[in-house]
């Protein structure tokens, strides 16, 4: 798949679909974003001019429009959708991607909710249907999961994982259409945990962040847990694992505070009250403070190979 000088559209253009912009403006693309809304348009422009400036690129004109016919399809390389996470919604935009499109071009979906089988399943070309998720903010956290649906043809695949690593993304392959995929089952799993401890009293909000940024989360910018283990020896991780398991949370809803919090309206910085309450200036600044540190971290990545060596003995 091309890169400089290729054309791609964009559906959507709020915080995912913004961000996604950026990359693919940043490495040379003609960037085209659709979206209905008036207001999101507007705001692009200096949404994707701010964000090329923290990657250091030069900014550039992404053409903006509120119905995807009024694309000129014929040049387009590549489709992503980051629309409202609405099944019903996705597989429209989809039928029509597909009616406009040259039929060898990937459509894609950065969906996180929904299975992309459900999102293709009535294509004609269904084929060409894979998962592109990106991890917010898009244009600094490295991690792209390419997903394959059961019909998705893995020359699909392997163009988007390529182009991904042209764009110097970190992807990864989703061989099954899981719910979560891998990112999202990851997280989730590590967060009933620590929503558990919480309501079992064992520590707070403040405790279970700090155990995890600087406990074994801060070890995770240079290796991930399988290289950790690789280190510690499995042999003990299995023994702790035995006897740890059988005293891990399993339950299969979020714990009873959490659904209060949420009747109550306190649903974090949005609302200015989650687990702390905020005020638009402690918003703003601790916004600030986590874009920081994610470019920092994004620029030690970025430094180095992300492949480490293969000692096979």
């Avoid at 890169?3 to 559906?11: E, Y």
């Avoid at 597989?91 to 597909?98: D, R």
């Avoid at 209060?260 to 309206?265: A, I, R």
């Avoid at 402690?282 to 994610?294: D, G, N, P, Q």
Wanted: aromatic share 8%; net charge neutral; glycine share 8%.
């Amino acid at each position: 798949m091309a890169q400089a000088s290729s054309n791609i559209v964009i559906i959507g253009g709020g915080i995912m679909g913004g961000d996604i912009a950026i990359i693919f403006a940043a490495a040379g693309w003609n960037v085209h974003v659709m979206s209905p809304s008036q207001k999101t348009r507007d705001a692009l422009p200096g949404r994707i001019a701010a964000g090329l400036k923290k990657l250091g690129a030069q900014p550039v004109d992404v053409k903006r429009y509120a119905r995807l016919e009024d694309i000129d399809w014929n040049a387009v390389d590549l489709m992503i959708e980051a629309a409202t996470e609405d099944l019903p919604l996705k597989q429209m935009l989809f039928a029509q991607a597909e009616a406009l499109a040259r039929p060898d071009i990937p459509l894609a979906t950065n969906t996180s909710n929904f299975p992309i089988g459900e999102i293709g399943k009535s294509l004609k070309t269904r084929s060409r249907v894979a998962g592109l998720h990106f991890f917010m903010p898009a244009h600094l956290v490295p991690l792209v999961e390419v997903v394959s649906a059961g019909f998705t043809d893995p020359r699909t695949a392997d163009a988007l994982e390529q182009l991904m690593k042209q764009l110097g993304k970190a992807p990864i392959r989703v061989n099954k259409d899981v719910p979560g995929f891998v990112g999202n089952r990851l997280q989730h799993a590590m967060m009933r945990e620590a929503l558990y401890l919480v309501a079992d009293g064992v520590t707070d909000a403040e405790g279970i962040d700090t155990a995890v940024r600087y406990g074994f989360g801060f070890r995770f910018i240079a290796c991930g847990p399988m290289l950790q283990k690789e280190m510690s020896g499995w042999d003990t991780n299995y023994l702790v694992g035995s006897a740890l398991y059988p005293h891990l949370h399993s339950e299969n809803a979020p714990p009873q505070f959490l659904r209060d919090m949420v009747d109550k309206g306190h649903t974090g910085m949005k609302a200015k009250h989650g687990f702390w309450k905020w005020t638009d200036e402690s918003v703003a600044s601790e916004k600030a403070r986590i874009e920081r540190a994610l470019q920092a971290g994004f620029d030690i990545l970025r430094s180095e190979p992300r492949d480490h060596a293969n000692n096979d003995g």
